[in-house]
């Protein structure tokens, strides 16, 4: 539908028209970007009891855009949000009361935010609640649980909790020491980018720490982390590479290059996203 179309819509009162018209100016898709044109819409639409709309707006609050700064507004409307059932709002609301940003810190309030986030899926959430367990935040701490809930947010690709269970596994946090998990969830986060996790697989690669001992591979991921900027990765590297041929070395830096390479291929252009960052 052409954004005339949604604009006619909006202003007759149309709440999903005003959520799509705010969502339309704020990525200048088919209009000019205008936040301030954003917000106003999605406050319409808020003022409806549209929960997205509450959501967007509390965003457009939080990061300044359209509207001035103001974390107490930011609060408030993911509170709105929130207490409509609003997964992400919930997190996001959990967090705001974790630091103490636009309402009182309060970690009880915070966990309890974040699980009901947790409890429908969001794997941010499910990931904080993990966090909030394993270092007893607003609950008892509990290994065991904080890594159930960090499994189910390593499950859903979210490449921190990924790297934490593959940190688990290694180390027998929450679950049962195991190298083949540890190697499988840490290259999963490393696939994703992840320095630190770049840098422990590459040091379980070159001490063979319950896999097979592989330099090549080991310095391939470290020579990927160290441009990351892992500090350790650099020393790691250099002292793997002296105990290795120079051709070992070299197809080190090749693999390194592959991996870079194959993430930097133009992909697809992806839909517009219908939810604020």
């Given at each position: 539908?052409?954004?005339?179309?949604?604009?006619?819509?909006?202003?007759?009162?149309?709440?999903?028209?005003?959520?799509?018209?705010?969502?339309?100016?704020?990525?200048?898709?088919?209009?000019?970007?205008?936040?301030?044109?954003a917000?106003r819409?999605?406050?319409?639409a808020?003022?409806q009891?549209?929960?997205?709309?509450?959501?967007?707006?509390?965003?457009?609050?939080e990061?300044?855009?359209?509207?001035?700064?103001?974390?107490?507004?930011?609060?408030?409307?993911?509170?709105?949000?929130?207490?409509?059932?609003?997964?992400?709002?919930?997190?996001?609301?959990?967090?705001?009361h974790?630091?103490?940003?636009g309402?009182?810190?309060?970690?009880?309030?915070?966990?309890?935010?974040?699980?009901?986030?947790?409890?429908?899926?969001?794997?941010?959430?499910?990931?904080d609640?993990?966090?909030?367990?394993?270092?007893?935040?607003?609950?008892e701490?509990?290994?065991?649980t904080?890594?159930?809930?960090?499994?189910?947010?390593?499950?859903?690709?979210l490449a921190?909790?990924?790297?934490?269970?593959?940190?688990?596994?290694?180390?027998?946090?929450?679950?049962?020491?195991?190298?083949?998990?540890?190697?499988?969830?840490?290259?999963?986060?490393?696939?994703q980018?992840?320095?630190?996790?770049?840098?422990?697989l590459?040091?379980?690669?070159?001490?063979?720490?319950?896999v097979?001992?592989?330099?090549?591979?080991?310095?391939?991921?470290?020579?990927l982390?160290?441009?990351?900027?892992?500090?350790?990765?650099?020393?790691?590297?250099?002292?793997?590479?002296?105990?290795?041929?120079?051709?070992?070395?070299?197809?080190?830096?090749?693999?390194?290059?592959?991996?870079?390479?194959?993430?930097?291929?133009?992909?697809?252009?992806?839909?517009?996203?219908?939810?604020?960052?």
């Open positions: 539908m052409h954004s005339s179309r949604w604009r006619s819509l909006a202003e007759d009162g149309h709440v999903a028209a005003q959520v799509m018209l705010g969502l339309l100016l704020y990525a200048g898709d088919g209009v000019p970007q205008d936040f301030a044109e917000a819409w999605f406050r319409a808020a003022l009891e549209d929960a997205r709309a509450r959501f967007n707006l509390a965003a457009m609050y990061h300044g855009l359209g509207v001035a700064e103001n974390m107490s507004l930011a609060a408030e409307w993911y509170r709105r949000a929130a207490e409509q059932g609003h997964a992400a709002a919930q997190a996001r609301l959990g967090y705001f974790s630091k103490g940003l309402v009182d810190r309060d970690e009880e309030i915070a966990t309890d935010w974040y699980r009901r986030a947790a409890q429908q899926n969001h794997a941010a959430a499910q990931y609640l993990g966090v909030q367990y394993a270092n007893g935040r607003g609950v701490r509990d290994q065991v904080a890594a159930s809930w960090f499994l189910l947010a390593a499950n859903s690709g921190r909790a990924q790297l934490v269970m593959g940190l688990n596994y290694a180390n027998g946090s929450g679950v049962a020491r195991d190298a083949t998990q540890a190697v499988a969830w840490l290259r999963r986060a490393a696939d980018g992840v320095g630190r996790a770049q840098y422990n590459g040091v379980i690669y070159g001490r063979g720490a319950g097979p001992v592989a330099m090549v591979e080991a310095v391939k991921w470290l020579n982390a160290a441009a990351r900027g892992e500090i350790r990765a650099d020393d790691a590297r250099k002292y793997f590479s002296r105990q290795m041929s120079p051709e070992e070395n070299s197809q080190a830096r090749s693999r390194s290059g592959q991996w870079v390479a194959e993430r930097q291929r133009p992909s697809q252009p992806e839909p517009m996203r219908r939810a604020l960052p």
